[in-house]
């Protein structure tokens, strides 16, 4: 199964950048042996409408654009699950096990995503009750992404 990671806003050279690049890395190579390949991170910016609304529909368009046709989508959500990285790694397994052939992870912009977009979702994803930067929230969603390849193929990464 293709994972792909769609997020708005750019991220800058810097260590936080060079950290998401080290966990993204690190899951496409371990997860190519349990049937995931890595697509990439497609960045898209900010929109700049003047309503709230109309920005989170703005954004929701360039990521179904960006989606491939069927794919199943989680979203990171403040307003989702706080889920454990076991039930995260079998979300995703349960995913691919279902013979979906792509997912699309997406981080949205400081107003969230659109919510015909959050009903399309397969999960909704919390990272905690507190605000994250998108920079820490695509570090975290890199080293979730490995430890979730982890656990799947029973890597001692993971200890519970």
């Known amino acids: 199964m293709k994972v792909a990671v769609h997020v708005v806003g ?3 050279a810097g260590p936080e950048k060079e950290l998401a690049d080290r966990y993204f890395d690190r899951f496409a190579k371990s997860a190519a042996s349990l049937g995931f390949d890595f697509g990439g ?16 529909r703005e954004e929701a368009g360039k990521l179904r654009a960006a989606m491939a046709p069927g794919s ?3 979203l990171l959500d403040e307003r989702g699950k706080n ?14 096990d279902g013979g979906q052939k792509s997912l ?6 400081p ?3 659109d919510e015909t977009l959050r009903s399309e979702a397969s999960l909704l994803v919390s990272f905690g009750a507190a605000t994250w930067p998108h920079q820490m929230v695509r570090i975290m969603l890199g080293e979730q992404l490995y430890r979730a390849a ?11």
Do not use: N
């Open 83 to 96: 889920i454990s990285s076991q039930i995260f790694a079998d979300r995703i397994a349960a995913i691919r």
């Open 150 to 160: 982890t656990i799947l193929s029973g890597h001692p990464y993971h200890r519970a």
């Open 41 to 56: 991170i497609t960045e898209t910016v900010e929109s700049r409408a003047r309503d709230v609304d109309e920005r989170r």
């Open 10 to 12: 750019r991220m800058k």
């Open 111 to 113: 107003d969230g995503h």
């Open 104 to 109: 699309m992870l997406a981080i949205g912009g």
């Open 72 to 74: 199943a989508l989680i």
